[in-house]
């Protein structure tokens, strides 16, 4: 069954602490992307990447680290320098439909920083 | 920089009323348009895109939106709601390949 996971569900984490997010996904989409959702704001795009090896900061990349080192696996690192962390992670991948691409979004992880 | 602009943020219906979303973009050249929607407890998933041709376009679950490209608009509609229906409704646009650009979302309550 394709698609793509996250993990865990809900985390909870202490301030100070860096946290990592899973995300996998057997669609063999090349570009993965990382997003965070807060009430009222919307998604807004942490980092993507489009191959292996390479990645791009989004709109608010500030406190957040990524690497992707396979294909299939795009995990987000929080650092203790993000001032916001406590949010909904949103990871998605994407494949070429037409002019553009289509992204297909995982299940989320909801951080909880105190 | 494009945005996207979702003028309401929350909409309660009873059901078997019509449903019109707005969503407006900032960009002027060639765009693609999408709806996604997100349901309790469920992934983000993809309800309509736009990519070019009848500006009318038809997606699941007797959703349909409207092109207007003189208004910058792309409007989600749907003749009868149901309370399943109920879930949060984002528009996005990018322009080629690049990345989406997300609307802050419309939260959508309908009553039984």
């Known amino acids: 069954d394709g698609g793509i996971t996250q993990s865990p569900k809900y985390l909870f984490r202490k301030e100070g602490q860096n946290v990592t997010l899973s995300c996998e996904q057997n669609?063999?989409?090349?570009?993965m992307y990382w997003y965070r959702q807060d009430p009222g704001q919307g998604l807004r795009l942490i980092y993507y990447?489009?191959?292996?090896?390479?990645?791009q900061k989004g709109d608010i990349a500030e406190g957040y680290s990524v690497s992707r080192e396979k294909k299939e696996s795009f995990p987000l690192t929080v650092t203790s320098a993000q001032k916001n962390p406590t949010a909904f992670y949103l990871c998605?991948?994407?494949?070429?439909?037409?002019?553009?691409?289509?992204?297909?979004f995982g299940p989320g992880t909801r951080l909880t920083v105190t | 920089a494009q945005s996207v602009s979702q003028h309401n943020h929350h909409v309660i219906l009873s059901e078997a009323a019509s449903l019109e979303l707005g969503c407006n973009y900032s960009?002027?050249?060639?765009?693609?348009l999408f709806w996604y929607v997100q349901y309790p407890g469920q992934h983000l998933q993809l309800l309509l895109k736009?990519?070019?041709?009848?500006?009318l376009v038809k997606g699941i679950k007797g959703f349909e939106a409207e092109f207007i490209k003189s208004k910058f608009s792309f409007n989600l509609r749907k003749p009868s709601v149901q309370w399943s229906d109920t879930a949060e409704y984002f528009c996005?646009?990018?322009?080629?390949?690049?990345?989406?650009?997300f609307g802050k979302g419309t939260m959508l309550l309908v009553s039984p």
């Open positions: 998605a991948s994407s494949i070429e439909a037409g002019p553009t691409y289509e992204q297909y």
């Open positions: 669609l063999n989409h090349d570009a």
């Open positions: 990447s489009q191959i292996v090896n390479d990645f």
């Open positions: 960009y002027g050249g060639t765009v693609n």
């Open positions: 736009y990519f070019s041709g009848d500006p």
């Open positions: 996005a646009v990018n322009e080629g390949y690049s990345t989406l650009t």
